[in-house]
């Protein structure tokens, strides 16, 4: 997530031929290997070849036979935060488990309403049969389990039209590398704390690879796991994405909530608007358990 960068790692392990009437030896090669970045990584067996016993002459195995690749989540530090859900976050909670209870057939992740294309809509929602046979593109509206009463943005933008940005080379490489372990500090530690005062939350970011706005439910304390894997990058939008006007449009009939959150690059918070705290990269932990924040 913080930067993309590889690494490359050579491992030799010695097994046996196969014999006739025996099955294929195996080897199991066994290495640690220390993170230097948080975020999300990929190992993937890139490349196997099989040498001859003096390792001169070396056979390059077919790709289908050994592809494999394991995705390992790098957390950041992780804070408490001390958290206060007023009387309208909790009302709203309450109303949506009554409306789950009440609904829990009709409202499943699989029922989905279906309506004509508009603008916007993404690729993966038409539903192609049905479009096919009306003629025109349809898409699919799949109705949401349940509302949440905090959306928490990350604001990626610089927002004064300049190129460069603060997470660019003016920081240097170690800082930009700090800042961005600070964000991702202060993200998972904000959220992990809501979600353990019992308030489910939406977390919501630009997507530079997809084009468009994401968001991520948080609804277990889990859940950061499955936040930091579906960040892709934090690389810094331009200054004319409006994540919350994109928000809206996208999600324009379940807008509802109570309180709004923006974490912006520069490790501000803001709540519904007015600025909640400055963090700073140094004493990080100190800084976010100083600082209440009101749901």
Known sequence: VLKPKKKKTVFYSSVAGKRNGQAYAKAEIHASWQPQYVGKAVVRLKKVSCFDLLGVLALPLPKKSYQSSEKVTVLPEIFPVPVDAGVRSREFAMEQERYLLANAEENSAEQFQIRE????????????????????????????????????FLDLSRGDGKKGGIWQGMLGRKKNRKRKEAFLSILLSLSGSIVRNGCRHYVVWYDQRERDVVRFCMEKEEDIYGLLMEIDSLEETGSS????????????EQTAYVT???????????SDGELLCWYQDRELGQALASHTVLL
């Open 117 to 152: 294309y508009r603008q916007g809509d993404r690729l993966r929602s038409i539903h192609w049969k049905l479009s096919a046979k009306e003629d025109e593109l349809i898409v699919r509206e799949y109705l949401p389990k349940a509302g949440c009463p905090v959306l928490l």
């Open 241 to 252: 994405v409006d994540i919350e006007e994109e928000y809206k449009r996208k999600y324009r």
């Open 260 to 270: 709004k959150l923006m974490l912006n690059q520069k490790l501000q918070l803001f």
